[in-house]
């Protein structure tokens, strides 16, 4: 499952973080992360948001949702109109349910990795659930569909378990730009990717809106925890985010990304 | 068309407009509102193709029933006239007019060229409520713009909004997801429009109008969906094991809390790796 050399850097890392005892568990997020590389790509998706990399988005919507439609052509382009058309559409026609198909695998050759993904949404918490197997990955359910052509694409999964061992994203922080993704989805197609960035982020800092965000760029986001573990609060300090774009879609499912 | 309903509109604008321009003016030069405009006045009723001004500008041109144009403008006030296909200010009289319409900067508001209770056409302005939605969740809005009496809003067969009657809306929140929606006579199983299977999308706010004329029977639904205002979810707890089971020398190392368990601490943190 694991490769050795990505384990002994998460070795290094746990020893690091224990060594420096409580005031580095205390200290949540300073300095012992994953390292990250890479950029994701820009999301302009809603208007007058400021895409601040550090997790600050400011989250002012209150008048500028996304219309879903880009700016394009002034009303008259003979005049110096001051009003900018958005869209125009079709009123009579109502929002239908989106059948592109689900996920239904992920495969990470870099990793050694082919896991389940199953469709999962939120906890009590307002949290997004994440598979009790920690061999599996879960798709957030209101996220994109990958190959929609559209926003984020979120899999889910655990670092590892106390009673379960390594989980299936136990290596995730090792993955860097370049690395291949293949996610196959139930009608038998396959969307291949490619990674783009890698981020560590506090977990009171993770740009969340961003990352689970339906429009901008098409990409997949993969998440899991990372950092040191905190004792007190029972759960490590961050999150590790891998997003990739995609580079291919396949009509049937090859096995070698 | 009449002076009544133009006078209506002018008020109903100025009403909604007031509480939040108190808040939102003076508006920055810059600043920008999200107007969309329906064109909710069925066909055969003297509309069927309009060109629509705002200040003497041309805002929308070759505008047809059933169709929703949104537009970005400057915030300020409005004269909004709505002229015959090819009409201008200079040479016509308007099909319908608003005056002194307000519109905040930030603001996202639908304008609505539509019939009245008894059949007249008439101009309505609403706010979108375009806050926040808590993840999982979608916001209705259902409008009656419609020459019909006052009527009941059915989700899956249980009654969402009653005793809607026009130019009103009610809004709710729901759990995104498919639904079946229906419109019923207010307090009857006379169904008027649908059923039909809708989506509501999570993070989306989805605006239902009920348009078109009772008498004439082409009552018929349009929506207008606005996306991205759901701030995501809370967060991802990925590390640790399940919520349903904790990891037990992570217990232990809490119970205990002090550095001295550290050593032991790295021991378990390694074989677990």
């Not at chain 1, 469709?119 to 798709?139: A, F, I, K, N, Y």
């Not at chain 2, 806050?131 to 006052?150: K, M």
């Not at chain 2, 020398?249 to 032991?264: I, K, P, R, S």
Request: with cysteine; glycine share 12%.
């Amino acid at each position: 499952m694991t490769r050795p050399r990505p384990a002994i850097l998460v070795l290094a890392a746990s020893a690091l973080a224990l060594g420096l005892g409580t005031v580095g568990l205390a200290s949540a997020g300073s300095g012992m992360h994953v390292d990250s590389v890479g950029s994701r790509p820009a999301t302009p998706d809603i208007a007058g948001t400021s895409v601040d990399p550090d997790g600050d988005a400011s989250q002012d919507n209150s008048g500028s949702a996304d219309t879903g439609a880009a700016p394009s052509t002034v009303a008259d382009p003979t005049t110096n109109s001051p009003y900018r058309s958005l869209d125009r559409r079709d009123a009579t026609e109502l929002p239908r349910p989106d059948r592109t198909p689900r996920p239904q695998t992920l495969r990470i050759p870099a990793l050694d990795l082919n896991t389940p993904v199953d469709v999962v949404g939120l906890d009590t918490q307002g949290q997004v659930e994440v598979p009790v197997d920690v061999g599996r990955t879960g798709w957030y359910r209101f996220s994109s569909k990958p190959g929609s052509g559209e926003g984020s694409t979120v899999i889910v999964g655990h670092r590892d378990g106390v009673d379960q061992g390594a989980g299936a994203f136990i290596d995730l922080g090792s993955l860097t730009p370049g690395d291949r993704i293949a996610v196959d989805r139930v009608d038998g197609s396959t969307i291949r990717y490619e990674v783009v960035s890698r981020e560590a982020f506090d977990k009171n800092r993770v740009p969340l809106r961003e990352l689970f965000s339906r429009s901008g760029p098409s990409r997949l986001t993969l998440i899991t925890c990372g950092g040191p573990f905190d004792p007190s609060a029972l759960s490590y300090t961050d999150n590790i985010v891998v997003t990739a774009v995609p580079v291919a879609i396949e009509a049937e499912s090859g096995q070698t990304p | 068309m009449t002076r009544r309903s133009i006078t209506r509109a002018g008020i109903a604008a100025a009403a909604v407009a007031l509480p939040l321009g108190l808040v939102a003016l003076p508006a920055q030069a810059a600043e920008m509102a999200t107007v969309s405009v329906l064109h909710a006045i069925p066909e055969g009723a003297g509309a069927d193709v309009v060109d629509v001004f705002a200040n003497g500008e041309l805002l929308i041109d070759n505008f047809t029933p059933g169709t929703l144009q949104t537009v970005e403008v400057p915030a300020g006030d409005y004269d909004l006239a709505v002229f015959g296909d090819g009409q201008t200010p200079d040479d016509a009289d308007p099909v319908l007019a608003a005056e002194g319409v307000t519109v905040p900067g930030g603001i996202n508001a639908t304008v609505t060229a539509n019939l009245d209770a008894d059949g007249n056409p008439a101009l309505n302005v609403f706010v979108n409520d375009v806050s926040s939605l808590a993840a999982g969740e979608a916001r209705l809005i259902v409008r009656h713009i419609a020459a019909a009496p006052a009527v009941d809003v059915l989700a899956d067969g249980n009654v969402l909004f009653s005793d809607l009657t026009n130019p009103n809306e009610d809004m709710a929140e729901v759990p995104a997801g498919d639904y079946e929606a229906s419109v019923n006579l207010m307090g009857t199983d006379t169904t008027v429009l649908g059923p039909a299977g809708v989506m509501l999308e999570e993070g989306t706010v989805t605006i239902a109008y009920a348009w078109g004329s009772a008498a004439e029977e082409n009552l018929a639904l349009a929506t207008q969906v606005i996306s991205g205002v759901s701030d995501g979810p809370e967060g991802v707890p990925a590390g640790g094991g399940s919520t349903a089971g904790l990891p037990l020398w992570a217990v232990a190392l809490a119970a205990v809390g002090a550095a001295g368990v550290v050593a032991g601490g790295t021991r378990l943190a390694a074989s677990r790796n």
